[in-house]
Nanobody, 122 residues
Framework: QVQLVESGGGLVQAGGSLRLSCVASRRTFGVYTMGWFRQAPGKEREFVAIISASGGSTSYADSVKGRFTISRDKAKNTVFLQMNSLKPEDTAVYYC???????????????WGQGTQVTVSS
């Protein structure tokens, strides 16, 4: 079973930065695509960013391109989401996810963390 735990969320002013972390099960981390998704109240869970198992491929939602960066550290079994130039519309619960496939669709992911709240004030 793949287990994921996120951290790093919090309250930040618009224009500020946050760095989210997700620690994954060491046994399976290296063979899974890792993704970040977010969900605001009353909204669908939406794609934010993914990174391939090797770390060689990344993909971003248009809404975060140029502002967010996904990366992974295999030695630490951790995936990161560096979020810069944050906007109030980035406010959501951010979820870490893992799946053997390289996918931008939340419904394809089998494993999820508990989520971490990101709130961006105006």
């Amino acid at each position: 079973q793949v287990q994921l735990v996120e951290s790093g969320g919090g309250l930040v002013q618009a224009g500020g930065s946050l760095r989210l972390s997700c620690v994954a099960s060491r046994r399976t981390f290296g063979v899974y695509t890792m993704g970040w998704f977010r969900q605001a109240p009353g909204k669908e869970r939406e794609f934010v960013a993914i990174i391939s198992a090797s770390g060689g491929s990344t993909s971003y939602a248009d809404s975060v391109k140029g502002r967010f960066t996904i990366s992974r550290d295999k030695a630490k079994n951790t995936v990161f989401l560096q979020m810069n130039s944050l906007k109030p519309e980035d406010t959501a619960v951010y979820y870490c996810a893992a799946d053997p496939q390289y996918s931008r669709y939340a419904h394809n992911y089998d494993y999820w963390g508990q989520g971490t709240q990101v709130t961006v004030s105006s």
